[in-house]
């Protein structure tokens, strides 16, 4: 990821951030934000995000499912500061549902945006499909468990070339 596409990503988390601790949702840390299919939600995020998140992220076991981040232990997030928006913005506290839906909109269309300034196309999945494509040193690799998963072989997350444009890890040339 190219340093000014990096700097929007980040940009785009501090307003999030920033606009979600303006409103004060309530937290009960109970981990419901990350059990998915239990709690009727799905965690999407751009491409962008699951680069961030992989950078930093600890180990996780492949395949992973819809049903819930495998970043969580014990009702606790061990992947926090590289989180998507996502998870910064969902709160179960019931009066903040419209003032998360807005937070989550204009971060949206920021992290949209940079990909338009940026050249760098569009791309926005749940957690687990990003998840299992991933190639990461020392976790197996697994097909998604959608249930169409895309033509073609699989290949690393796309990522920002130095350029400014789309590419593959590990496929340049081809």
């Known amino acids: 990821m190219t340093p000014a596409v990096r700097r929007d990503v980040l940009a785009?988390?501090?307003a999030a951030d920033a606009a979600v601790r303006a409103a004060g949702p309530r937290c009960d840390a109970s981990g419901r934000c990350c059990r998915f299919t239990e709690y009727g939600h799905t965690l999407f995020l751009s491409h962008f995000e699951a680069e961030l998140l992989l950078e930093s992220a600890p180990p996780y076991?492949?395949?992973v499912t819809r049903d819930g981040c495998p970043f969580q232990v014990d009702t606790l997030c061990t992947a926090r500061d590289a989180?998507?928006?996502g998870c910064r913005v969902y709160f179960c506290d019931p009066t903040y549902q419209e003032?998360?839906?807005q937070i989550t909109e204009a971060?949206?269309?920021a992290l949209k945006a940079a990909a338009d300034a940026h050249g760098t196309g569009w791309r926005y999945a749940p957690l687990h499909v990003f998840l299992n494509e991933a190639e990461?040193?020392?976790v197996a690799?697994?097909?998604t468990l959608d249930p169409v998963p895309p033509a073609g072989p699989r290949h690393p997350?796309?990522?920002v070339s130095g350029t400014g444009g789309l590419r593959d890890r590990g496929t340049e040339g081809h």
Do not use: Q
């Open 12 to 14: 785009a988390y501090a």
């Open 157 to 159: 997350l796309p990522v």
């Open 61 to 63: 076991e492949k395949p």
């Open 83 to 85: 989180r998507p928006i």
């Open 99 to 101: 003032t998360g839906n």
């Open 141 to 143: 690799a697994a097909d």
């Open 107 to 109: 971060a949206v269309a």
């Open 136 to 138: 990461r040193p020392g």
